[in-house]
């Protein structure tokens, strides 16, 4: 079993981190070429200095967690994240103002990544019914982001069942990350089998040795 590095993302997230744990984390996992490490906006600034020298992008969430802002506050964020160094951010958005807002609000926020397209929505997928994914699904298929982040810390059953749902979405363009909180490596490999283009995990000092072992 062979697991590209670079189709796995690292979440570094959790508030709780001090700035001495969220700088050991950082300083662990840079030796290791992932795709990318997602940390809170007010850490943005700190893990593009700890990661210079990598490929490594730093990506983040703007209008977290909730995504009730107006426009011009997620305009702020987003344009603030960008500047602070992230080279992927993710726009929190309410499933059910995606129908009526998305293309609107995406038209207007991707202009602040710097031509770039390196803007993307994000969705709390394990806060969602049955019945609003289906509805997101739907809205997604008319939708021209190019990416999608999906919950965090989901269990591998939520995982599964997101991914059954929102790959058949008929555009096949987009791309689906989602957010497992502490994948085996055969739990990783079926998420890729599902339909996953990438996986956020929040254990990667336990997994990236592993898969570097293997690989």
Excluded: C
């Amino acid at each position: 079993m062979e697991l590209e590095l670079q189709r796995l993302s690292i979440m570094l997230i959790d508030p709780s981190f001090t700035d001495q744990q969220f700088t050991e984390e950082i300083l662990f996992l840079k030796d290791f070429p992932v795709r990318s490490i997602f940390v809170l906006p007010y850490n943005v600034a700190r893990a593009k200095q700890l990661l210079a020298g990598t490929m490594i992008q730093v990506s983040s969430f703007a209008d977290y967690p909730l995504g009730s802002g107006t426009l011009a506050k997620k305009a702020f964020e987003t344009g603030q994240l960008y500047r602070d160094g992230a080279s992927n951010v993710f726009v929190t958005m309410p499933s059910e103002q995606l129908a009526m807002y998305g293309n609107q609000s995406y038209q207007a926020l991707e202009q602040l990544s710097f031509g770039r397209k390196a803007l993307g929505f994000f969705f709390d997928s394990g806060h969602l019914t049955d019945n609003q994914k289906q509805l997101l699904t739907m809205d997604l298929a008319e939708l021209r982001v190019s990416a999608i982040s999906l919950g965090v810390n989901l269990t591998m059953e939520q995982a599964i069942y997101d991914m059954s749902i929102f790959r058949t979405t008929r555009n096949k363009r987009m791309t689906f990350q989602v957010n497992v909180k502490a994948p085996t490596l055969l739990e990783i490999e079926l998420l890729f089998q599902a339909g996953a283009s990438y996986i956020g995990i929040s254990n990667g000092r336990e997994i990236l040795p592993l898969i570097s072992k293997w690989n």
